[in-house]
């Protein structure tokens, strides 16, 4: 999972090193998200890592904190964002609240991930729905 190129132009010193001018460079948020110095066991699912209640990293999601950037950061962050953030969880809690949601008895789940543009599962997620029985109040 790479971000946006973005190209120097003038020549810097980063650590010692010379970028030259019109040097091509790539943020590599992959590494970034998995980096064993900043994350522990960054290659396992743990949600909670990311709940202070639990004794997780109080991270911003918004960009500014570059531990977990999920839309970019600066000008170049997802315009999507503010449209993202204010909807998803309306429409997770109406998918929770209108379903059950089991595990599909033919397709085990498989959380192996895959880099590819972004980083993704390898195979798909299989769930099957269930409808509630909700009472609609008019």
């Not at 946006?4 to 003038?10: E, F, L, N």
């Not at 950037?69 to 204010?86: E, M, N, T, V, W």
Request: charged share 20%; proline share 8%; hydrophobic share 40%.
């Amino acid at each position: 999972l790479l971000s946006w190129a973005r190209r120097s132009i003038h020549d810097v010193h980063v650590g010692g090193h010379l970028i030259p001018a019109g040097t091509t460079a790539y943020v590599n948020m992959w590494a970034i998200t998995h980096d064993e110095k900043i994350w522990t066991d960054p290659l396992s699912f743990k949600p909670e890592r990311f709940l202070p209640s639990t004794g997780g990293l109080d991270v911003n999601i918004m960009g500014s904190d570059l531990r977990l950037a999920p839309f970019g950061s600066g000008r170049r962050a997802c315009p999507g964002k503010a449209l993202g953030l204010q909807t998803v969880h309306t429409w997770l809690a109406r998918m929770l609240h209108h379903f059950e949601w089991l595990p599909s008895p033919d397709h085990p789940v498989d959380l192996t991930e895959v880099l590819r543009l972004s980083c993704e599962m390898k195979g798909p997620l299989f769930a099957k729905p269930i409808k509630r029985n909700t009472v609609r109040f008019q």
